[in-house]
């Protein structure tokens, strides 16, 4: 009875911004590690970024110094997309790794276009 929700996904110009959330629920007595996922279709899944604690944080290639990765008292995730490119267009998954497990979201989509 574990549930992981993405939100705030949409369609964003290039070159803007977008802030993605990542809400869990159910019985979860620790999380350790929150992690950002996307994947195009018929294509693999490509990890974004994780957060290990409170601020331990890192990053794919890709992402450095776009995207910040981030996590409230409640073990709220966040994904802040800055620069944002039309390759970024994905659905954006969230995992969160607690006790022993990994717990996925259905996924959020962001659409980068003009």
């Known amino acids: 009875q574990v549930q992981v929700v993405e939100s705030g996904g949409g369609l964003v110009q290039p070159g803007g911004f977008r802030r993605l959330s990542c809400t869990p629920s159910?019985?979860?007595?620790?999380?350790?590690?929150m992690g950002w996922y996307r994947q195009v279709p018929g294509k693999e899944r490509e990890w974004v970024a994780e957060?290990?604690?409170?601020?331990?944080t890192n990053y794919a290639d890709s992402m450095k110094g776009r995207f910040i990765i981030s996590r409230d008292n409640a073990n709220v995730a966040y994904l802040q997309m800055n620069n944002l490119k039309p390759e970024d267009t994905a659905v954006y998954y969230c995992?969160?790794?607690?006790?022993?497990?990994?717990?996925w979201g259905k996924g959020t989509l962001v659409t980068v276009s003009s």
């Open positions: 957060i290990y604690g409170d601020d331990i």
């Open positions: 159910g019985r979860i007595f620790s999380i350790k590690t």
């Open positions: 995992k969160a790794f607690a006790d022993g497990v990994d717990y």
